[in-house]
């Protein structure tokens, strides 16, 4: 059994590194979730973009191929301090030494502010595609864009906005399908869960307490584990209702993880978009043991016409002059792989643009190894350039590959629904 995916419009996929891109693509195994920073040892530069972001810039110190990596990183809660953030992938690889060990330049903004950081984000990475020949001295013959979370949202607005600077974007895990549904998403999961757990977290989904923020990790997010632990049908019911992807042989890490981003950018959020973008009031729910009663008692909220306004901006279109690649996870509980559903309905009613969406069939935000990383910035490049990426195969163990993707695609296919949310991608079982 195997699958085919969406190849570019512009070209065909050359057999030798399509096989060895699919045999490697699910060839590994859940790994914990990554640092909030890392650091890094290598020989770099840092400073200050003019929009006040910090950057930090290496190069290698020989064999530079001319070509740069710019990576925009993941969500950072808004009481954080400034840094570069998600520079390490959850296997702890680290992300500078990857690309320099390719022969690549790579550069990272901190953005000039945490929490909802997409459309400053955009601005500071345009700041340091052009601070980068400053510093450096030296302009890069092709420039690359990668993004991951918040940061995927970021590059995918960037190819399509700002296509000018960037030969190729990859982008990661990111709400690129539609902004405001995911907004949607953290409320929905929020007024369920009061539903479900009276009283767990004190405040409203819309307002949250100074109080909650401060003591999350120390009390709250323990206390709500063990209810959700204790209560494991309940538990079920909320999972069903919020049709959110949880792991089903463990679900409490993942809803809490969804409540965490409920907890902390719903201020921020409501700041930045000048009220209320939350609205559930025509919202019905369905798959608790009463769905009248639940309808009936669970909390409603209409969001204020400034924020819907303010949203716009955060959307994308579908309209690319570039390529862009996409890696998700099936089982992303944090933004939902039905993004790059949305994403694709975009492209093909755009008209244009040579887009290539990528399952990871696994549970987890993000949750990939640094081969599928580097085999999907391969794909870009070759979509890019025609060639592949100098010394990425040796990297790779085929034979053992090809039978792991066999089994985990097995596994996904066997789970109700998702051999027609693969075809929907795209893909074909044969």
Same mark, same amino acid.
């Given at each position: 059994?195997?699958?085919?995916?969406?190849?570019?419009?512009?070209?065909?996929?050359?057999?030798?590194?399509?096989?060895?891109?699919?045999?490697?693509?699910?060839?590994?195994?859940? %790994?914990?979730?990554?640092?909030?920073?890392?650091?890094?040892?290598?020989?770099?530069?840092?400073?200050?973009?003019?929009?006040?972001?910090?950057?930090?810039?290496?190069?290698?110190?020989?064999?530079?191929?001319?070509?740069?990596?710019?990576?925009?990183?993941?969500?950072?809660?808004?009481?954080?301090?400034?840094?570069?953030?998600?520079?390490?992938?959850?296997?702890?690889?680290?992300?500078?030494? /990857?690309?320099?060990?390719?022969?690549?330049?790579?550069?990272?903004?901190?953005?000039?502010?945490?929490?909802?950081?997409?459309?400053?984000?955009?601005? $500071?990475?345009? #700041?340091?595609?052009?601070?980068?020949?400053?510093?450096?001295?030296?302009?890069?013959?092709?420039?690359?864009?990668?993004? %991951?979370?918040?940061?995927?949202?970021?590059?995918?607005?960037?190819?399509?906005?700002?296509?000018?600077?960037?030969?190729?974007?990859?982008?990661?895990?990111?709400?690129?399908?539609?902004?405001?549904?995911?907004?949607?998403?953290?409320?929905?999961?929020?007024? /369920?869960?009061?539903?479900?757990?009276?009283?767990?977290?004190?405040?409203?989904?819309?307002?949250?307490? $100074?109080?909650?923020?401060?003591?999350?990790?120390?009390?709250?997010?323990?206390?709500?584990?063990?209810?959700?632990?204790?209560?494991?049908?309940?538990?079920?019911?909320?999972?069903?209702?919020?049709?959110?992807?949880?792991?089903?042989?463990?679900? %409490?890490?993942?809803?809490? #993880?969804?409540?965490?981003?409920?907890?902390?950018?719903?201020? $921020?959020?409501? #700041?930045?978009?000048?009220?209320?973008p939350y609205d559930n009031r025509t919202r019905w729910y369905f798959g608790s043991s009463n769905d009248l009663r639940l309808n009936r008692r669970v909390q409603r909220f209409t969001a204020d016409p400034a924020a819907l306004a303010a949203m716009q901006a955060y959307e994308t279109s579908g309209s690319l002059r570039l390529p862009l690649v996409t890696l998700?996870?099936?089982? $992303?509980?944090?933004?939902?792989?039905?993004?790059?559903?949305?994403?694709?309905?975009?492209?093909?009613?755009?008209?244009?643009?040579?887009?290539?969406?990528?399952?990871?069939?696994?549970?987890?935000?993000?949750?990939?190894?640094?081969?599928?990383?580097?085999?999907?910035?391969?794909?870009?490049?070759?979509?890019?350039?025609?060639?592949? %990426?100098?010394?990425?195969?040796?990297?790779?163990?085929?034979?053992?590959?090809?039978?792991?993707?066999?089994?985990? #695609?097995?596994?996904?296919?066997?789970?109700?629904?998702?051999?027609?949310?693969?075809?929907?991608?795209?893909?074909?079982?044969?």
């Amino acid at each position: 059994m195997t699958s085919t995916f969406p190849s570019s419009p512009k070209k065909t996929q050359p057999p030798r590194f399509a096989q060895l891109f699919i045999a490697t693509l699910l060839a590994f195994s859940l %790994v914990t979730p990554a640092p909030a920073q890392a650091q890094t040892s290598l020989p770099c530069t840092q400073g200050v973009l003019p929009g006040g972001a910090l950057y930090l810039i290496c190069v290698p110190p020989s064999g530079w191929n001319g070509d740069l990596v710019v990576y925009a990183h993941g969500y950072v809660a808004f009481n954080q301090p400034l840094g570069f953030y998600n520079i390490e992938l959850p296997d702890g690889s680290s992300l500078p030494e /990857l690309v320099l060990g390719l022969g690549y330049a790579f550069a990272t903004t901190s953005y000039r502010q945490n929490g909802l950081a997409v459309l400053e984000g955009v601005e $500071d990475i345009k #700041q340091l595609v052009q601070a980068f020949p400053a510093v450096t001295g030296q302009t890069p013959h092709r420039t690359y864009l990668a993004g %991951v979370s918040e940061g995927g949202l970021i590059a995918t607005l960037l190819a399509e906005r700002a296509p000018e600077l960037f030969s190729g974007v990859l982008a990661a895990c990111g709400p690129i399908g539609n902004f405001r549904s995911q907004i949607n998403y953290f409320g929905d999961f929020r007024v /369920l869960f009061d539903y479900f757990f009276p009283g767990a977290i004190p405040g409203s989904p819309v307002t949250i307490p $100074d109080e909650v923020i401060n003591n999350w990790e120390a009390v709250y997010a323990p206390a709500i584990s063990a209810r959700l632990a204790a209560n494991p049908g309940t538990t079920a019911q909320l999972i069903r209702t919020s049709k959110a992807t949880l792991n089903p042989a463990d679900p %409490v890490p993942g809803a809490v #993880q969804v409540l965490w981003y409920n907890v902390f950018g719903t201020n $921020d959020a409501r #700041q930045k978009l000048g009220g209320n973008p939350y609205d559930n009031r025509t919202r019905w729910y369905f798959g608790s043991s009463n769905d009248l009663r639940l309808n009936r008692r669970v909390q409603r909220f209409t969001a204020d016409p400034a924020a819907l306004a303010a949203m716009q901006a955060y959307e994308t279109s579908g309209s690319l002059r570039l390529p862009l690649v996409t890696l998700h996870t099936t089982g $992303d509980e944090t933004i939902p792989f039905w993004h790059e559903l949305l994403y694709l309905g975009k492209v093909r009613t755009s008209g244009n643009g040579s887009f290539l969406p990528i399952p990871i069939f696994r549970y987890g935000h993000c949750n990939f190894t640094a081969i599928e990383v580097l085999a999907a910035f391969g794909l870009l490049v070759w979509q890019t350039t025609g060639q592949e %990426v100098a010394g990425l195969e040796q990297r790779f163990t085929v034979a053992q590959a090809r039978a792991d993707f066999a089994a985990a #695609q097995r596994h996904f296919l066997a789970q109700p629904g998702n051999r027609q949310m693969l075809e929907a991608l795209g893909g074909s079982e044969r």
